[in-house]
């Protein structure tokens, strides 16, 4: 396939792991952080972590949305889903994250309540357009990849009059989350990261220069294909082993230094930071997740329903909250393919495909 297939070529790869070889100095460690899920998917697929000399670590992050939501807000979906006014509209993978006490969307539905899976945020627009009688409400996750697509439905609403939709927003903020990282007070060691792929195509590389700039960790933008991580990962070597910290884009391909103009300026108009967000993992992080903003209010299901987000604690067998902060690994984790597995998710990183759980269980990774 046309501009995948270069991306996927084993003796490249083997010859760039050739040159990440030669250049890491052998009496050093190297731990990078990958922040996208997407990455952490590459990296298990395309077994990478073999072709990387023993010094040189990968450590996932916190980049999958389904991930980062904290059980309060999926209990927070559930119980707007039971409503027998509502229809709660949602990608498919949050159908299985579980809430508190073994709940889940999945379950609610079995137990009768109205939940569509959906493949855009326009099929919830369209459900809301055709079927008046319904509470429609859109369950909107993700990063700054996915909130352009849930500003065009929020206008497209608007400009309809749709009284009987609305959206559950819990779009957050990539860089703030690489901050919260950096700021843990007990950090873990990183050297650098292999900067997102999609949500860099929304924001730009400017975003990333203070953690170059002010933390002085080298940040490389990659690609998801395997030559894209591989070479990203050269480079952050070489910015190492030269006492360099800036912010390089392997991914030009995708990325511009200002990313999306016209996206960036639609959230802007329909979206706002909101004061405090808690994330999964990373706890309660302020000026981390977007709201509607006033002029959007009528379509705010948190207040056309008043939720009141309620703080829930991860089963505590889980070691999702450590994975997400790159303190774990999934092989870690006791109920790692014991109890745990994608077909029975203990955590959500066991349920999306960009979660490190999943990623490690589905391509045989045990270590
Ligand atoms: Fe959580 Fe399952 Fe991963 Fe363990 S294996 S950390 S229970 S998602």
Known sequence: MKYVDEYRDGALARDIA????????????????????????????????????????????????????????IDDAI???RDPAVTMCTYADMMRVPGSNGASLMKARAAGADIRMIYSSLDAVRIAETEPARQVVFFAIGFETTTPPTAIALRQ???????????????????????????????????????????????????????????????VIAGFEPLDVMQSILM???????????????????????????ARALC???????????????????????????????FDAEKRFAVHTVHADDNPACECPAILRGRKR??????????CTPETPVGACMVSSEGACAAHWTYGRFR
């Open 79 to 81: 119980r707007l889903a």
């Open 330 to 339: 999934p092989a870690d984790c006791k109920l790692f393919g014991t109890a």
């Open 236 to 262: 952050l070597v070489r910015q190492v082993n030269q006492q360099r910290s800036e912010v390089e884009n392997e991914y030009i391909r995708a990325v511009r230094p200002d990313g999306n103009v016209t």
């Open 18 to 73: 050739a040159a990440i070889a030669a250049e890491a100095q052998p009496d050093r460690l190297y731990a990078f952080m990958e922040f996208c899920g997407g990455h952490t998917h590459a990296i298990s697929r395309y077994g990478l972590e073999d072709l990387l000399p023993p010094g040189l670590r990968l450590i996932h992050g916190p980049g999958c949305p389904v991930c980062v939501l904290p059980v309060g807000r």
């Open 157 to 219: 609403a608007m400009q309809k009059g749709l009284a009987n939709f609305s959206i559950f927003c819990n779009h957050v903020l990539t860089p703030v989350a690489m901050r919260a990282i950096l700021d843990d007070p007990e950090p873990i060691a990183i050297d650098g990261f292999i900067g997102p792929a999609h949500v860099s195509t929304i924001i730009g590389t400017e975003p990333y220069r203070e953690f170059a700039e002010t933390y002085r960790k080298p940040v």
């Open 268 to 298: 802007a108009e329909t979206f706002e930071v909101r004061e405090n967000f808690e994330w999964r993992g990373l706890g309660v992080v302020p000026a981390s997740a977007l709201k509607l903003r006033d002029a959007y209010a009528a």
